[in-house]
């Protein structure tokens, strides 16, 4: 069993900065750590993910260039640094965890955090 709870949400100015944070419990060897993101009133999506060595990560093209994710085993911990905000970034963040390698697939993720608002103002 995986448990993860996200950290580190809140209100910005567009424009600046963010860097969420999700602790993961439980054994998450070969586990991939993945970030997810609903807006209000959408669907909930794909942001990208890192492999669990750190040294893959993967972020969709629609973000590519303002998000970036990083992991730190030590800490048992994944990080979402969010640049360049805009209030569409606004949504709730949710870090998963699934077994395996595949970080560029949303597909099959197995534990979910609780998720963390994110709110940008205008």
């Known amino acids: 069993q995986v448990q993860l709870v996200e950290s580190g949400g809140g209100l910005v100015q567009a424009g600046g900065s963010l860097k969420v944070s999700c602790v993961a419990s439980?054994?998450?060897?070969?586990?991939?750590l993945g970030w997810f993101r609903q807006p209000p009133g959408k669907r909930r999506e794909f942001i990208g993910a890192?492999?669990?060595?750190?040294?893959?990560?993967h972020v969709v093209d629609s973000m590519k260039g303002r998000f970036t994710i990083s992991r730190d085993n030590d800490k048992r911990t994944v990080y979402l640094q969010m640049n360049s905000l805009m209030p569409s970034d606004t949504a709730v963040y949710y870090c998963?965890?699934?077994?395996?390698?595949?970080?560029?697939?949303?597909?099959?993720?197995?534990?979910w955090g609780q998720g963390t608002q994110v709110t940008v103002s205008s």
């Open positions: 998963a965890a699934k077994s395996g390698s595949t970080i560029t697939s949303p597909a099959g993720y197995q534990y």
């Open positions: 439980g054994r998450i060897n070969t586990y991939v």
């Open positions: 890192v492999n669990y060595w750190g040294d893959g990560t």
